[in-house]
């Protein structure tokens, strides 16, 4: 079974500086979804970031990165320049390609974005 | 506007008190989803339906029923409540003809005393 690690439970930052959060995962996949998703306050589940394991270009949106290592089955979030709106819990996820399309949650990591 | 909507939004119950939460999406999606969300341990699916008439367990099935008679519609019934069902709940949906994410609602926040 899929298994993904979120190992910083909570991270703040300065606002307009850069922050990294980590995540790893376990599988014997080879195809297969990550993502990143936002919790902000309101409780909503934001897509923030899609990664496709077969493509070796790491994603980026706007301020959010990732460094996708699939080796290292390891999938870090960037966020540049930080914003007081980013300040949320931060969901690493795992979907494998077909099968019953079970997304795999880390633990999360609650961010906060100091002013 | 491609929606997911899920009620009630809170709910306090007591224990043994059935309740339904429903989900409904626009979107023609085949795929339907639940998950519960708990503090360390992230969102766990609790049953998922890849079309009408067709439904199967999560990791967390215990307790919970689920039904798809329509498309649309993806209810989540608790038929006796208990303390350690407390949790945030999310109906999420997909098409599953090009699953590349899937789309949560707002979720639902219940209490069971």
């Known amino acids: 079974a899929q298994t993904v690690t979120q190992s910083q439970p909570e991270m703040s930052v300065q606002e307009a500086e850069t922050v990294t959060l980590s995540c790893t995962y376990d599988?014997?996949?080879?195809?297969?979804?990550l993502f990143w998703y936002k919790q902000p306050p309101s409780r909503q589940m934001i897509l923030v970031i899609r990664?496709?394991?077969?493509?070796?270009q790491n994603a980026t949106e706007n301020r959010f990165s990732v460094n996708f290592q699939k080796a290292a089955k390891s999938f870090s979030l960037k966020i540049s320049d930080s914003q007081l709106g980013d300040t949320a819990m931060y969901f690493c996820?795992?979907?494998?390609?077909?099968?019953?399309?079970?997304?795999?949650f880390g633990a999360g990591t609650r961010l906060t974005v100091k002013p | 506007e491609a929606q997911v909507t899920q009620n009630p939004r809170y709910l306090i119950t007591v224990t043994g008190k059935k309740l339904t939460v429903t989900c409904s999406q626009n979107?023609?999606?085949?795929?339907m989803s639940w998950y519960r969300q708990d503090p360390g341990l992230g969102l766990r699916q609790i049953y998922y339906?890849?079309?009408?008439?067709?439904?199967d367990k999560g990791d967390v099935p215990e307790g919970y029923k689920v039904s798809r008679k329509e498309k649309r519609n993806f209810p989540l019934i608790l038929e006796s409540p208990s303390p350690n069902q407390t949790s945030l709940y999310f109906c999420?949906?997909?098409?599953?003809?090009?699953?590349?994410?899937?789309?949560f609602g707002p979720g639902t926040r219940l209490t069971v005393t």
């Open positions: 339906s890849m079309n009408v008439e067709v439904t």
């Open positions: 979107m023609n999606h085949e795929y």
């Open positions: 599988t014997s996949e080879n195809n297969y979804y």
């Open positions: 999420a949906t997909g098409q599953l003809s090009s699953l590349r994410e899937q789309y």
């Open positions: 990664q496709e394991a077969y493509k070796q």
């Open positions: 996820a795992f979907m494998k390609h077909g099968g019953n399309n079970d997304m795999r």
